[in-house]
């Protein structure tokens, strides 16, 4: 598993480099979540009780958290070249962002299908059980999100305070 370190970093005195480094890293496990979650989910769709047209939608889903997992790892891989390249703030914080736009996509989609689940298990309780499932992986997937965001949301902040 790669973790970003701040020594990878050229330092800008107006980017707050572990802020970046947190969002790496954070970004990286939030990654591998979802791809652990989409495959798990994927790999247990057929034992559970859920209507074709939600199962259909929960198999989309897996196929997307899998690929944004590629998606994100070259995105952060792109990161630290920038950052390695001493690229501008600006460049850092657009890259930044766009990775937790791409992170934050797959959220709102899971949300959604979360919320679905849970209407069709208080219809059917036959459905509880990919309401759990769906609802486990999404809280794996929560965790490195909103640390990710978190220092996303603090770089930003600096840059329009123009603080470090």
Same mark, same amino acid.
């Given at each position: 598993?790669?973790? *970003? @370190?701040?020594? *990878?970093?050229?330092?800008?005195?107006?980017?707050?480099?572990?802020?970046?480094?947190?969002?790496?890293?954070?970004?990286?496990? %939030?990654?591998?979540?979802?791809?652990?979650?989409?495959? *798990?989910?994927?790999?247990?769709?057929?034992?559970? %009780?859920?209507?074709?047209?939600? /199962?259909?939608?929960?198999?989309?889903?897996?196929?997307?958290?899998?690929?944004?997992? @590629?998606?994100?790892?070259? $995105?952060?891989?792109?990161?630290?070249?920038?950052?390695?390249?001493?690229?501008?703030?600006?460049?850092? =914080?657009?890259?930044?962002? /766009?990775?937790?736009?791409?992170?934050?996509?797959?959220? /709102?989609?899971?949300?959604?299908?979360?919320?679905?689940?849970?209407?069709?298990?208080?219809?059917?309780?036959? %459905?509880?059980?990919? *309401?759990?499932?769906?609802? $486990?992986?999404?809280?794996?997937?929560?965790?490195?999100?909103? /640390?990710?965001? =978190?220092?996303?949301?603090?770089?930003?902040?600096?840059?329009?305070?123009?603080?470090?």
């Amino acid at each position: 598993m790669a973790f *970003y @370190h701040v020594s *990878y970093f050229v330092t800008s005195p107006s980017m707050n480099t572990s802020a970046v480094r947190n969002v790496m890293n954070d970004a990286h496990l %939030c990654a591998l979540a979802m791809l652990d979650s989409g495959a *798990y989910i994927e790999r247990e769709l057929p034992n559970v %009780c859920m209507i074709d047209a939600i /199962r259909a939608t929960a198999s989309e889903l897996c196929s997307q958290l899998i690929g944004t997992k @590629h998606d994100i790892i070259h $995105e952060l891989s792109e990161l630290d070249d920038l950052r390695s390249d001493g690229a501008t703030d600006e460049r850092v =914080a657009l890259a930044v962002d /766009r990775i937790i736009r791409w992170l934050g996509e797959n959220i /709102r989609q899971i949300h959604e299908l979360v919320t679905t689940l849970e209407a069709a298990a208080q219809n059917d309780p036959a %459905c509880q059980s990919a *309401y759990l499932l769906v609802v $486990e992986s999404a809280l794996n997937i929560l965790g490195p999100f909103n /640390r990710a965001k =978190a220092a996303a949301d603090s770089i930003r902040e600096a840059d329009a305070t123009g603080n470090a």
